[in-house]
């Protein structure tokens, strides 16, 4: 049985740490994942390396080919608009849900990490943003208590995190996820879900809007 969980936990942790690393850029879209590489690179035996694989195809990050293996999904513009598209539909109904629920400690909750992101922007912290904007939202969701929409909401959005710190941000874009964050948080603490979603919709299409903006230029300059 302790074998059974020191397993398991094993191939979380190395699923935890490829994660990280798609999030951080440092495994890019359509990418080869080579068990090989990745035992060495994480310090661990073949197995769960093969089985964290398979677990993030579930989450349909990777693509198992037979002939091929391994290999991180890539990133198209219309996988960036599905993906952004879907998103606003989640994120809208999981604000109204927070916006119904909240307390006034949930809600300082949320002015705190909101404030982390402004703080590790003010820093120039391009990996800090990434964690504090991703924890600011899943808290959100955490609040709606909708775990089916939550989760479905994460499927593959690390491939576009990924993209973004690949691409980068336009010139007003930082500025306005600030703004945007802080109206967000607003609405909620307010209890008005109308305006959350609102604003959830607007700061994903924006983010949408932005990002494939980022790439056309990218594309067109190369």
Not at 54 to 59: I, K, P, T
Not at 154 to 175: H, N, T
Request: glycine content about 6%; aromatic content about 2%; some cysteine.
């Amino acid at each position: 049985m302790n074998q059974m969980v020191q397993h398991e936990t094993m191939t979380a942790r190395v699923e935890r740490a490829i994660r990280r690393d798609i999030v951080a850029g440092l495994i890019a879209p359509g990418e080869r994942l080579r068990v090989a590489d990745l035992s060495a690179r994480y310090g661990v035996s073949h197995i769960p390396v093969r089985e964290a694989l398979r677990q993030l195809e579930g989450d349909r990050l990777v693509v198992i080919d037979p002939h091929k293996g391994a290999i991180l999904r890539g990133v198209t513009p219309k996988f960036v608009r599905d993906m952004h598209d879907t998103r606003a539909a989640l994120e809208t109904l999981l604000v109204r849900n927070a916006a119904e629920r909240i307390t006034p400690a949930g809600a300082d909750e949320l002015d705190r990490l909101a404030e982390a992101y402004e703080q590790a922007a003010a820093g120039g912290q391009a990996v800090a943003m990434v964690e504090a904007n991703l924890t600011l939202h899943r808290r959100i969701a955490v609040l709606a208590d909708n775990p089916v929409a939550a989760d479905i909401m994460e499927q593959g959005w690390e491939l576009v995190v990924s993209i973004r710190q690949r691409y980068g941000f336009g010139p007003s874009r930082i500025a306005a996820i600030i703004e945007q964050h802080r109206r967000l948080v607003d609405a909620i603490r307010s209890g008005d879900a109308v305006l959350a979603s609102s604003v959830a919709l607007e700061h994903c299409l924006d983010a949408r809007d932005d990002l494939l903006a980022r790439m056309e230029e990218a594309a067109s300059s190369a």
